[in-house]
Every structure is written in structure tokens, then in C-alpha cells.
């Protein structure tokens, strides 16, 4: 699959989700009292997804890159803001482990990008003569990005059926 769009990236896409999560826990009664813990989470939240996006829109690698350290900070503060809201007990143990678990995979998952952009000897669409050129060169990148996610997928699906099925019992 090639990607022409910033909604095209896995890393985007999981952002997203991760997004909706965080405002589906923070309508809870007792975390939606703390407006400036859910204030600050869910602007974190999306904040990661926006910059995703701002950067890939950007057109030249350094800006790219630039956003990308950005959405990851975003993503540690995402990971901080989910030990305060588990310490006043606004969410369970289990909330916390799955957000957890999907915010770390989204810093990974951002930081292979960075690296695999880093690498790659592109410059940016601001120094290409068209906006297709920049669009093949990014998409070689993410490409591979891309096949490690969906294994990785694959492998978190599996143990995601192995816990619910052990839950269950």
C-alpha cells in the first residue's frame, strides 16, 4: 500500500485510536471532574496525531522529523498524564495497562519512522520539482514501516485473544 496522505500512516491511524480512547476514559464521572488532568490528556493525545500529520504536510525531512520528536514527546506526556489518573484511581488497573501498552506502541512505532527517515536519502518536497517525488521517496520508507507494523500487529492480536480468552476462565 502506498501512502499519499498522513490518514494512509499505520503510526497516524494507531495515534488516532489511542486518541479515542483517552476521550472515551475521560468522560468517566470521576476523571471528567478533574478538568485540568482531562484538559491535559486529551490536548496530549490529540496533539500526537496532529503533529503526525503537520510534519508529513510539512514538505522537507528535517520538518518532518522535527514534528515527529514533537508527537512523541506528546507521547510520553500521554504515558505520564495515565500514571496520575491510575494513582487517583480515575481509571482501573486494566485501563491503565491498555493505554499504556498502545501509548508505547505508538512511541515505537514513531520512533522507527524517525530513524528510517533519518536514513533514507530523501531531502523534502521543497526541494523536489514535484509533489509526487517526495510522495514516492516518503512512501519507500513507510512502506517498511508499515510491513514491521502489521507483524507486530499480528503478534499484539494474539496475545491480546490469549489474555481475554484466559480472563474469561
Not at 505520564?80 to 484511581?89: C, I, S
Not at 508499515?146 to 481475554?164: I, L, P, R, V
Amino acid at each position: 500500500m502506498s501512502v499519499r496522505r498522513f490518514e494512509d500512516l499505520v503510526v497516524w491511524q494507531k495515534a488516532r485510536v489511542l486518541t479515542n480512547e483517552i476521550y472515551k476514559i475521560t468522560k468517566k464521572p470521576e476523571f471528567s471532574k478533574d478538568l485540568g488532568l482531562k484538559d491535559q490528556i486529551q490536548r496530549a493525545s490529540v496533539s500526537i496525531m496532529s503533529n503526525i500529520a503537520e510534519g508529513f504536510e510539512r514538505g522537507s525531512k528535517e520538518e518532518f522529523i522535527q514534528f515527529l520528536y514533537i508527537s512523541r514527546g506528546s507521547c510520553g506526556e500521554v504515558r505520564t498524564q495515565l500514571y496520575v489518573a491510575k494513582d487517583q484511581n480515575y481509571i482501573t488497573e486494566e485501563e491503565f495497562q491498555k493505554l499504556q501498552k498502545l501509548a508505547v506502541e505508538v512511541s515505537r512505532l514513531i520512533y522507527h519512522l524517525i530513524e528510517s527517515v533519518k536514513t533514507e536519502g530523501f531531502r523534502g518536497q521543497k526541494y523536489k520539482k514535484t509533489y509526487k517525488s517526495f510522495r514516492e521517496e516518503i512512501n519507500k520508507i513507510l512502506e517498511e514501516i508499515q510491513k514491521e507494523m502489521k507483524s507486530s500487529c499480528g503478534q499484539m492480536a494474539d496475545n491480546s485473544s490469549q489474555t481475554s480468552e484466559t480472563s474469561d476462565t
